[in-house]
């Protein structure tokens, strides 16, 4: 949990912050790191790339998260998802995710994004697609405010971690 | 004997414009669209500036430029970048202390501050 609250510290001076994880550890690095920030923000967007939003409310559920100021997006259809849940249609419309986080940004006050993971963006995407997508979102966070934190798992990564380090504010790795 | 540029990007909208403006100025531009290319061409022939975009498939700018450094005959090659990435200061800092760029152009490219800063670079 301490790296976590390393994270929340780093978020004071910092708007764009890539988390680096490895992938033994990844899932609960995330679960400690919604612990450490989900009181703490007026209004939390969490990005779903490799896992539905109702999979992570009942992960919240299971470790007493609340998340009453949660605002999701991911890429799964089905019937029991948490409340202010959006969906995209595939990971490979990326502009239609840009426009929906612009959207949400715009409707409700969400002043930290979450977006776990870049890894699964990569499936569907180019590296330099998803590098320009990356790059115009944090452009984005630091013209019109809020904070952001990006994950990646470490293994295989290094290029893509090296490349995001020009335009990210900071680099954790935990 | 003029003064050779390479430029390295991967749209050749880009690569054309730049190339121009540089054989305007009166120096020789060279053209690579990716950063293999650029590097085969880097270790061929003598060149007195390289112009990287940043993000390109394959090898990206920073790789090519990581490269160079690596590169004993090459360690010195004067290098900027021309890229739409905006840096941030974390990111200014790494390319610093590693990559030493001379330079860095934000496109879309001001025209007569990027024919002042070449000519202060190649003098």
Request: with cysteine.
């Amino acid at each position: 949990m301490a790296e976590e609250s390393i994270i929340v510290g780093k978020l004071c001076n910092n708007q764009n912050i890539l988390l680096v994880s490895s992938s033994k550890d990844h899932n609960q690095v995330l679960i400690d790191l919604h612990k450490a920030v989900s009181n703490k923000f007026k209004g939390i967007l969490a990005i779903l790339t490799h896992k539905s939003a109702a999979t992570l409310a009942s992960e919240f559920k299971k470790n007493n998260i609340d998340y009453s100021n949660y605002f999701f997006i991911d890429f799964v259809e089905e019937d029991n998802k948490p409340k202010r849940c959006f969906t995209i249609s595939s990971l490979f419309a990326l502009t239609e995710l840009a426009l929906k986080i612009e959207k949400i940004k715009k409707m409700y006050k969400t002043d930290l994004i979450i977006l776990d993971n870049i890894l699964s963006m990569l499936i569907y995407n180019n590296d330099v697609t998803v590098l320009r997508f990356l790059h115009d979102m944090m452009v984005k966070v630091r013209k019109k405010g809020g904070k952001a934190i990006y994950s990646i798992l470490k293994e295989g990564n290094e290029k893509l971690i090296a490349d995001i380090s020009l335009f990210a504010d900071e680099i954790v790795e935990i | 004997m003029k003064k050779k540029v390479l430029i390295v990007d991967d749209e050749e909208d880009i690569l054309t414009s730049v190339a121009m403006l540089i054989n305007n100025m009166g120096y020789e531009a060279k053209t690579a669209n990716n950063g293999k290319k650029a590097l085969e061409m880097l270790k061929k022939q003598k060149f007195d500036l390289v112009l990287l975009d940043i993000l390109m498939p394959g090898i990206s700018g920073r790789e090519v430029l990581e490269n160079i450094r690596e590169y004993p005959k090459l360690k010195n090659q004067k290098a900027a970048f021309l890229t739409v990435v905006k840096l941030s200061e974390y990111g200014r800092d790494i390319m610093k202390k590693k990559l030493k760029p001379v330079d860095y152009f934000q496109k879309p490219i001001n025209v007569s501050d990027f024919r002042r800063r070449i000519k202060k670079i190649l003098g």
